[in-house]
């Protein structure tokens, strides 16, 4: 069987590192290393020793140029020190090789503006969405119910029948494209695996504070076309036992929270195809 080894990345103004790991941990990852950004760059760790790649939220350098814009340019352009790869031909192999991404928040930033997500015809250096400022113009910081589209690819949202309940916590959240054609081709593909909606997950709704940014079609998480690269505005690894819910005192709660299906998903899929 493999041994499944989790990866997530942290500097620069990233956070939730440890509550991603333990995540990856409870969802039966063996291995869950935390590396720095630096740890990549000088080639001390390769992303081609591990099958699940994290990328956190945060305020990645202090946000300046937008959302992550910053990292993903950086990631774009930097080379491995000592044999002079670009460290963005790691990202590409390790997505050919069939592993998986998630990028959570501004994990979910980053992917967008390095052309990731939404990946339209496998192209992922091609920017054509994008994050930006809520639409009230504040910070959020709530809990939201996401309803999920069944059809989508996203391996990570399998099993889920209507939806899930987790917090976000982000300024920059409204997510948008760059034509209609992108839109309709997201849409079509279910790309668009979560969406903001009422407590019955009957419909997403455009209607603040259920969508929290007023982003586009209410679409809180986006996957590529194989399913094994997905972003998304809140935070699954914030929500793995009943104890992180806001009302665990006071509701008949299950023991695990709504967040570890995804880790739990993408531990199946390495141990059954890596």
Not at 41 to 47: A, D, H, I, R, T
Not at 77 to 89: H, I, K, R, S, W
Not at 94 to 122: E, T
Not at 193 to 220: Q, R, V, W
Request: glycine share 10%; charged share 20%.
């Amino acid at each position: 069987m493999t041994k499944a080894k989790a990866l997530v990345i942290t500097g620069n103004g990233t956070n939730c590192e440890m509550e991603a790991a333990h995540a990856c941990r409870l969802g039966g990852f063996d291995e869950a290393r935390i590396a720095h950004l630096s740890e990549l760059m000088s080639g001390e760790v390769s992303l081609d020793d591990y099958h699940f790649l994290n990328l956190t939220g945060g305020f990645l350098d202090g946000d300046d140029l937008g959302s992550a814009k910053a990292q993903a340019n950086r990631l774009r352009y930097a080379t491995v020190e000592g044999n002079g790869e670009p460290l963005v031909e790691q990202f590409l192999r390790f997505i050919g090789d069939g592993k998986l991404i998630l990028g959570v928040c501004n994990g979910f930033q980053l992917l967008v503006k390095m052309g990731m997500l939404p990946a339209l015809g496998g192209d992922y250096l091609d920017q054509t969405a994008t994050l930006t400022y809520n639409v009230n113009g504040r910070f959020q910081d709530r809990w939201c119910y996401l309803k999920c589209d069944p059809a989508s690819p996203s391996l990570y949202t399998r099993g889920i029948e209507q939806g899930v309940y987790l917090p976000i916590r982000h300024g920059e959240g409204k997510f948008l494209v760059d034509s209609q054609q992108t839109l309709d081709a997201i849409e079509n593909k279910h790309l668009a695996c979560l969406k903001y909606s009422g407590k019955d997950y009957s419909a997403p709704t455009m209607e603040f504070p259920e969508n929290p940014n007023g982003s586009i079609n209410a679409i809180a998480g986006i996957c590529d076309e194989t399913g094994r690269v997905m972003g998304l505005m809140p935070h699954p690894e914030a929500f793995v036992h009943r104890t992180q819910h806001p009302r665990w005192t006071r509701e008949d709660l299950p023991e695990e929270g709504d967040g570890l299906t995804f880790f739990r998903n993408a531990c199946q899929y390495v141990r059954e195809n890596l």
